[in-house]
């Protein structure tokens, strides 16, 4: 602004009350949640409360890639290293997501040890009379579990204090790296050399 003007008004007469959303049925909803929850646990029979066995994934980003947590289901390629067939799992509690891959073996391993310990655990009792009668299995027995299914844990294993040693005070972190940067960079002009010597001693 310029000059020794009059202040312009400010214009404050907006309905705020028409643009403001209020929300008083928090508790009656909260209540209305809870038992959705129960009519859907009762509807599931003697199925987990909870819903289907999720696998356990890294979370992304470096910030965050040494945390677990669970995902949307499991993989084909995980499901067939416990020796399952996507149908049978969504039939058996598990889920299965077959957007997902496997970028890692160790991510794989984790998860068919997961299935596998799951299946170690898991009765299944067919619905048909007859099926049940030649399986020799009952309802009678079985409770529905209402916690979740194998929770993921992420409480890491504490180091006890040490000395130490001669070798790590000689180690220089800065050096290693930079060398082993020079090693992938230079990988290719090594290897064309060496190829190069040896067809020459060969000559």
């Known amino acids: 602004m310029k000059h020794n003007n009059q202040l312009a008004s400010v214009h404050l007469r907006k309905h ?6 209020t929300w008083f049925d928090q508790p009656a909803r909260k209540w ?35 945390k677990l947590r669970e995902g ?11 020796g399952l067939t996507p149908q049978y799992a ?4 598990i889920a299965v997501d077959p957007r997902r891959k496997n970028k890692s073996q160790e991510n ?10 799951y299946l170690a655990h898991v009765t299944v009792i067919p619905l048909d009379k007859e099926k049940r009668e030649k399986k ?3 309802f009678e027995g079985h ?35 930079r060398r082993a940067r020079a090693d992938a960079r230079l990988f290719g002009r090594r290897e064309k050399k060496r190829k190069e010597k040896e067809e020459a001693s060969k000559n």
Not at 73 to 81: I, M, Q, Y
């Open 16 to 21: 705020w009350q028409r643009r403001v959303k």
């Open 32 to 66: 209305r949640r809870h038992m959705n929850r129960v009519k859907k646990a009762k509807k599931m029979g003697l199925k987990p409360a909870q819903g289907t066995l999720k696998p356990a994934v890294s979370c992304p980003t470096r910030r965050y890639n040494f």
């Open 72 to 82: 949307r289901g499991f993989t084909r390629a995980e499901l067939f290293a416990a």
């Open 90 to 93: 969504r039939a058996i509690g």
């Open 108 to 117: 794989l391993d984790r998860n068919k040890e997961r299935l596998k310990e």
């Open 136 to 138: 020799g299995v009952s």
């Open 143 to 177: 409770v529905q579990y209402k916690g979740k299914i194998m929770p993921i844990s992420n409480k890491g294993v504490a180091e006890k204090p040490r000395l130490v040693t001669d070798e790590e005070k000689k180690f220089v972190a800065y050096q290693a790296i």
